[in-house]
């Protein structure tokens, strides 16, 4: 393998997203689609964070509310405001509310620099110009998510 070739294999493309006044990202071959936010129904007993469900084309999916999950304050009145339809690596899908898609990205895995705890949420902290970016573990937020819904 060429240094260019290993350099390349360092970098993976990122959807890059604000969630209040943060910006934070995801793989973008996680994503399925982006759409605009449609109104919810609300399902009971459902953690915090989960805002209801959407019918995407027949499938009924959960929609995660990431200010709340994160502990942001939300943007309720934005008119920009999204859900990114998501598939993790063990094929749950979902939606993730969040209140702007930024523009995308080539993060190179080597300058993401680790933050918190293992089970964290926020794999770590990564500069994007003069901007700091959090980097989601999409595994842990979907993964709170199907272990809420077993219990």
């Known amino acids: 393998m060429t240094d260019d070739a290993a350099a390349d294999a360092k970098l993976i493309k990122m959807i890059v997203f604000a969630v209040g006044e943060q910006e934070y990202c995801i793989p973008i071959l996680s994503v399925r689609e982006i759409r605009g936010f449609e109104k919810t129904t609300a399902l009971p007993f459902a953690p915090h964070y989960v805002c209801g469900a959407i019918n995407l084309r027949g499938v009924i999916l959960t929609v ?31 939606g993730l509310l969040v209140d702007r898609v930024i523009d995308m990205a080539n993060i190179d895995l ?14 770590g902290l990564v500069m994007l110009g003069d901007r700091m970016i959090g980097v989601l573990r999409l595994e842990v937020v979907v993964g709170q998510l199907v272990e809420a819904g077993a219990s």
């Open 110 to 123: 080597g300058e993401i620099q680790a933050v918190a705890e293992e089970n964290s949420s926020l794999n």
């Open 64 to 94: 995660i509310d990431l200010a709340v999950y994160l502990n942001v304050t939300p943007q309720p009145d934005n008119p920009r405001r999204v859900v990114i339809i998501v598939e993790s690596r063990n094929g749950t899908v979902c």
